[in-house]
C-alpha cells in the first residue's frame, strides 16, 4: 500500500514547508488503531517523545478531537492548537489553523502547522508509520526569519526525527498482544 497522505498545502500555504518520515513497526498493521492511540494519548505519553515537549491536553467538542500541544523547536515555542480532520484505524490528519510561534521565544507569529500519520503495511507482521509535519507561514519575510532561527528547517527535521521514533516505539508497545 503506498502512502496517501493529504499533504494539506493549498494556494494559501504557498510558503509552507513539509517534513515526512517512515519508521519501522514490528507489528501487523491490521493490529494498530492510530485513532485510539491518539485519542487515548495523555500529557505524559506526550511528554515522553521529546524532551522538547512541553505540555498537552486534548478534548471533544461536539464529537471532534481538539488537542494543545506546547513545544519547544529550537529556540522557538510553539503553540498548536489542533483540529483532528480526518481519522481512520490507519490515518489521522490534524491541522492547527492558528499555531502561536513565538519566535525567540519574543516575537510572537501565527502559523499554521499540519501534523499527519499513516500506517502501511510492509509484510505480514510488520509496517511503517509514516509521519508529515509543517508549518505554513504568513508570508515569505516570516519564512524565512524561521528557517534561519531553525523552526522551519534543521530543529523541525530533527524534532520529527526523534518523536516520529518515539512514536512508532509507544504504538507497537500499546498495541503488542
Not at 490515518?91 to 502561536?100: F, G, I
Not at 516575537?107 to 499527519?116: Q, S
Request: aromatic share 12%; with cysteine.
Amino acid at each position: 500500500m503506498k502512502a496517501m497522505l493529504k499533504n494539506q498545502m493549498s494556494p494559501d500555504t504557498k510558503y509552507g514547508v513539509r517534513y515526512v518520515e517512515s519508521f519501522s513497526i514490528s507489528l501487523p498493521a491490521e493490529q494498530i488503531d492510530l485513532y485510539k492511540w491518539i485519542v487515548e494519548m495523555t500529557e505524559p505519553d506526550y511528554k515522553s517523545y521529546s524532551t522538547a515537549h512541553v505540555a498537552m491536553n486534548s478534548y471533544f467538542e461536539n464529537g471532534v478531537l481538539f488537542m494543545t500541544n506546547v513545544e519547544n523547536i529550537g529556540t522557538d515555542m510553539v503553540v498548536q492548537h489542533y483540529e483532528l480532520k480526518n481519522h481512520s484505524a490507519q490515518h489521522v490528519q490534524l491541522y492547527s489553523a492558528k499555531s502561536e510561534a513565538f519566535i525567540m521565544r519574543w516575537f510572537r507569529v501565527i502559523v499554521g502547522v499540519p501534523w499527519e500519520m499513516q500506517i502501511i503495511p510492509k509484510s505480514s507482521d510488520t509496517c511503517e508509520l509514516i509521519c508529515l509535519v509543517g508549518a505554513d507561514y504568513p508570508n515569505l519575510f516570516i519564512k524565512t526569519a524561521a528557517w534561519l532561527n531553525g523552526l522551519g528547517g534543521t530543529f523541525l527535521s530533527k524534532h520529527l526525527s526523534k518523536e516520529g521514533k518515539a512514536f512508532a516505539n509507544d504504538i507497537e508497545r500499546k498495541f503488542r498482544r
